[in-house]
């Protein structure tokens, strides 16, 4: 088992001008470490081990409720959509990307019956969402598939 890097995200609870597309491009092809500790330097590693190794990655997101774990999925998803994009082919990762909001909204009824007040969060989710995103062989995205699983079964 080899462990990579490890990015720990606070959530500023406000909008951050640190997200955008420009950021994308500059710390796209970066080496790590080249440029401050950010997502899409994680998501940079990975994208360049898979191309470099011919192998999968993935990129683990943890943390308490509210501490923004979608949002960073989303951001990742969004990098590798952006730097994995050829002008002919750019409708299946744009898919993708819009495809978030909807599993979004589909995971609400399952919170709504699945869900536990703990100590630290009145409304604390007993599921976790794995998404694979799949690349051909130019690594340009060519699908992904999302899947909910139950974490604790002892507290539902």
């Known amino acids: 088992l080899v462990v990579g890097i490890i990015l720990v995200a606070i959530n500023p609870y ?17 080496n790590m470490g080249d440029m401050d500790p950010h997502i899409f330097a994680v998501a940079e590693e990975a994208y360049k081990q898979m191309a470099r190794n011919n192998k999968n990655q993935s990129i683990i997101v943890s943390g308490e409720s509210g501490a923004g774990k979608t949002v960073s999925a989303r951001y990742t998803m969004r990098y590798f959509a952006t730097v994995s994009k050829s002008s002919s082919n750019a409708h299946v990762e744009d898919k993708v990307l819009a495809s978030n909001p909807i ?27 794995y998404t694979e995103i799949s690349f051909d062989q130019n690594y340009q ?14 507290r539902v």
């Open 103 to 129: 599993t979004e909204a589909s995971f609400t009824p399952i919170k709504a019956v699945g869900n536990a007040k703990t100590t630290r969060n009145d409304n604390s989710s007993r599921f976790g969402k």
């Open 14 to 30: 406000k909008q951050l001008p640190i997200y955008g597309d420009a950021i994308i491009h500059a710390y796209s092809g970066q």
């Open 141 to 154: 995205i060519i699908g992904a598939n999302m899947r909910t699983y139950l974490l604790e079964k002892s």
